[in-house]
Each structure stands twice: as structure tokens, then as C-alpha cells.
């Protein structure tokens, strides 16, 4: 074994393979999951939760216009080559469904329990007919 192969498996992280790479697309809901968790965290402003829920909200929407629009494009496409991670476009797409029917229950968790905040500060959200 080389000196460099020694090193990553006493880390715990295979020298090759698919493994030793983390997908792009799950890698980036984590990253707007952390986004909402600022949206939970009561030390900010109540007005700067809300703005956390909008951001990962928007995050949200542009990643299924480009990154989901893309792997269901290849899908489509009959493109079954994995990425780097080993994942298929179809096993990213079935991953992505889970992991972001998670993120949509919790952003309306939060929502909810921010407009309940913010009807307690004296601010309401009136519906378009209101």
C-alpha cells in the first residue's frame, strides 16, 4: 500500500472509487437545509427567519428548474452513466423526491409556525381576496 493509500484508510476513506465523492445535487439540499435551519433558529430577528424560509424557498425552485430539469433531461434521454458518487440520473431523481418531500414538510412547518410569530408581533399575511 502507498503512502497515500495508507493515509486515506486510516481515515476511514477509501483510496478509490465511487465512495470517496459526495453527490452534487443531494450535497446542495444539504446545504439548503441549513439554509432553513436559520430560518428555525429564534436567536435571529423573527423578520430575518422569514427571509431565511424565502431564500431556501427560492433555492428550492431554481435547483428543480435547473439541476432536476437536467438529470430529467438525461433520464429522457436514455443516459444511464453514473456520476463520479456512482449514482444513476434515475437513482439522483428518486433520491432528490425523498430527500426534498422532507425539506417541503419542513419549510411549512417553519412557515407555519413563523406566521403565528408574526401575527403575534402584529403583522398579517392577508390572502389576495382579504
Known sequence: MTLPEQVHA??????????????RE???????RRVLEEAENERHPLLERLRFLS???SNLDEFYMVRVAGLRGQVVAGID?????GLTPA???DRITRFVAELT????????????LLADAGIH?????Q
Not at 476513506?13 to 459526495?22: P, T
Not at 452513466?81 to 458518487?85: A, H, K, L, M
Open 125 to 129: 399575511v392577508l390572502q389576495a381576496e
Open 26 to 32: 443531494l450535497s446542495w439540499l444539504h446545504f439548503n
Open 55 to 57: 431564500i431556501s424557498a
Open 91 to 93: 437513482e439522483q431523481l
Open 81 to 85: 452513466t453514473p456520476s463520479q458518487d
Open 10 to 23: 486510516s481515515a476511514g476513506i477509501a483510496a478509490f472509487g465511487a465512495s470517496r465523492f459526495f453527490n
Open 105 to 116: 414538510d419542513e419549510q411549512q412547518e417553519t412557515w407555519v409556525r413563523l406566521e403565528a
